[in-house]
C-alpha cells in the first residue's frame, strides 16, 4: 500500500500532478528539492515510492535520473506522461505590465523566453523551481513578481494567470515513472513494457545482432540510447525500452540477451501507459 | 581558411579551450552567451565555423544542440573531445576560508556539490558561465567569491587556484563538434566518422533491420540515441555516429538506408578525433 511518494518540487510541481494522477490525492507528497533528495526519501524507506523524470520530448533523456535508478537498484514498476504546459502567474489584480521580474526554472524560462521577448521590461531569473515561487509570491504578497508554472500552482496557490501555455514549443511530453526499492507487484499479465540496460563493445554487429533477438521474440523497441562506459574506451551501455503483448516473449528475450550481452539488468518491468 | 570562430562562453571556457586546440591560438573568437547565439554568429556569417559541445559522459547527449545542428542544417566538420577538470579559483592571496559565496554554472556547481559540503560557509550560487565569473572577480578585484572554471580562466585572469580538479566524477569527457554552413572540406580519403539521422517506426525490426546494413557495411556504431518525433506518435528519429576504415563503405551504406529508412540525413562526414 503506498501511502507516502517522494517528489521533486513542491505541491503545484509537474511530479506533484504525476502524483496526484498516477496514486491518489490522498498519498502524502514529501517535497524534495532535488533528484538527489527524491531518491535519499526512498532509500531511507521515509517515502514508499518516488516519481521521477526520465525524458521529454525536448530535451531528449534525463541521464542522471537513469544513473540515479541503476546506481541505486530502484525498480520502475511504472510510468507515467504529462504534457507540460508552462503558465506566467501572479498575485491576483497585477496586470503583465506591473511584473518586474519573472522568477523560474531555468528549463522553464529557456522554454518560454519567445514569449517574453514581447515584455522586454520584464527580467528573467533563474530559481530552484517552478511551483515554489508561486507559492513564494502567495505567502508573501509579492507584487510585481511572477511565476512560470502549472495551472494546478496557480490553483494551490490562488494566483491568477496572465499568459496561458507560454512555453515556444505548444507540445512538451515528459515521460515520468514510479520507483520503488522493491520489484513491481504488477501481474505477469498486466506488464507489457519494460526497460533494461545492458552493455555491448563498439564492433559491428553486435548490438544489431541484440535487436534482432529482440525482434525475433515480437518486442517492439520505443527507445534506445547509448552511454560510453567511462572506465572502459569503446565499450558501450545501451538503455533499452521495449513493449510487447505477450509477458513470455519477453522473458524469453531476456535468457538470450542474458547470454549475447553482459551486464543485462532489468530496471523495471511494468504496464505501458501509452496505448 | 578559417578566421573567426564563434564559441559559448568567454576566453577561458571550454569552447574556447577546444577552439585553441582544434584550429590555433590565432584564430578570432567570437565569444557567446548561448548556444542560440552561436548559431546566429555562424548562419549571419559572422563566424567561419562555430564549436558546439554535443554530449558527455556523465549527462549524456545535449539533445538541444542536436536540435540546432539540424534545423539550420549545418555541418559537423570535425570533433574533439575534452576531459573537463573543474577548478575553484579566486584572487590572489584569499584562501578557502575567506571565499564566501562561488558562482558558476549550474552544472559546474552540480558536478563539485560534493567538493563543498566540507566548507559549508560557503554558499554556491547559480550564474551564466564558468569562466565569465573568473574574469569578474579579476575585473572587479572582487574578494570573498570563487569562480569554478578551466585552468585555462585562471592563467588568462590571473587568479590562483584553491582547489584542483574538485568535481566528484573525476573523469567527465565531453565530446564537441566543429560546425560549418557548408560541407566538409575533409578529403574523402581522410573521413572516418560520419553524424547521420533518420526516421523509423517502433515496428519490431525495423531499426535492427537497418543496424543489420551498417554491420554489413563493416560500419561501427559508435553512439545511438532515439528522440520520439514530436509530431507524429509511435515514430522515432535516430541520431548514430558511425565509423569505418574506408569511405566507400559509408556511400554504400548510405545509399541502402536511404531507401529503407525516411528522412536520411547526413549531418557531418568527418575525421574520428579518436584513434
Known amino acids: 500500500m503506498i501511502k507516502t511518494v517522494a517528489i521533486q518540487g513542491v505541491k503545484g510541481s509537474f511530479h506533484h500532478i504525476v502524483s496526484q494522477q498516477f496514486f491518489d490525492k490522498t498519498v502524502h507528497n514529501i517535497e524534495c528539492l532535488t533528484f538527489d533528495e527524491v531518491v535519499d526519501s526512498l532509500i531511507s524507506e521515509e517515502s514508499d515510492a518516488a516519481i521521477m523524470a526520465l525524458?521529454?520530448?525536448?530535451?531528449?533523456?534525463?541521464?542522471?535520473n537513469y544513473a540515479l535508478i541503476d546506481k541505486y537498484n530502484?525498480?520502475?514498476?511504472?510510468?507515467?506522461?504529462?504534457?507540460?504546459?508552462?503558465?506566467?502567474m501572479a498575485l491576483s489584480g497585477?496586470?503583465?505590465?506591473?511584473?518586474?521580474?519573472?522568477y523560474s526554472h531555468p528549463m522553464a524560462l529557456l522554454q518560454c523566453k519567445e514569449f517574453f521577448k514581447q515584455y522586454p521590461h520584464i527580467k528573467l531569473v533563474e530559481d530552484k523551481d517552478t511551483a515554489e515561487v508561486a507559492?513564494?509570491?502567495?505567502?508573501?504578497?509579492?507584487?510585481?513578481?511572477?511565476?512560470?508554472?502549472s495551472v494546478l500552482a496557480a490553483e494551490i496557490f490562488e494566483l491568477d494567470i496572465l499568459g496561458k501555455s507560454i512555453q515556444t514549443i505548444k507540445h512538451n511530453e515528459t515521460r515520468?515513472?514510479?520507483v520503488k526499492r522493491t520489484n513491481s507487484e504488477v501481474l505477469e499479465n498486466e506488464i507489457n513494457k519494460a526497460s533494461i540496460k545492458f552493455e555491448a563493445n563498439h564492433k559491428?554487429?553486435?548490438?544489431a545482432t541484440i535487436l534482432n533477438v529482440m525482434s525475433d521474440c515480437k518486442l517492439n523497441l520505443t527507445k534506445i540510447q547509448s552511454l560510453p562506459i567511462i572506465e572502459t574506451?569503446?565499450?558501450?551501455?545501451?538503455?533499452v525500452d521495449v513493449t510487447f503483448n505477450e509477458y513470455g516473449d519477453f522473458k524469453k528475450a531476456?535468457?538470450?540477451?542474458?547470454?549475447?550481452?553482459?551486464?543485462?539488468?532489468?530496471?523495471?518491468?511494468?504496464?505501458?501507459?501509452?496505448?
Chains 1, 2 share one sequence.
Open 74 to 88: 530502484l525498480h520502475i514498476v511504472g510510468e507515467h506522461y504529462v504534457d507540460v504546459q508552462h503558465n506566467l
Open 176 to 178: 515520468f515513472v514510479i
Open 135 to 149: 507559492q513564494r509570491i502567495q505567502e508573501g504578497q509579492l507584487k510585481g513578481i511572477g511565476a512560470i508554472a
Open 254 to 275: 531476456k535468457s538470450l540477451i542474458e547470454i549475447m550481452a553482459e551486464g543485462l539488468k532489468v530496471l523495471g518491468e511494468y504496464k505501458n501507459a501509452k496505448l
Open 94 to 102: 497585477q496586470t503583465i505590465e506591473d511584473i518586474k521580474e519573472v
Open 55 to 64: 525524458e521529454n520530448s525536448i530535451a531528449g533523456s534525463i541521464i542522471p
Open 233 to 239: 574506451p569503446w565499450k558501450y551501455a545501451f538503455f
Open 204 to 207: 559491428r554487429g553486435s548490438l
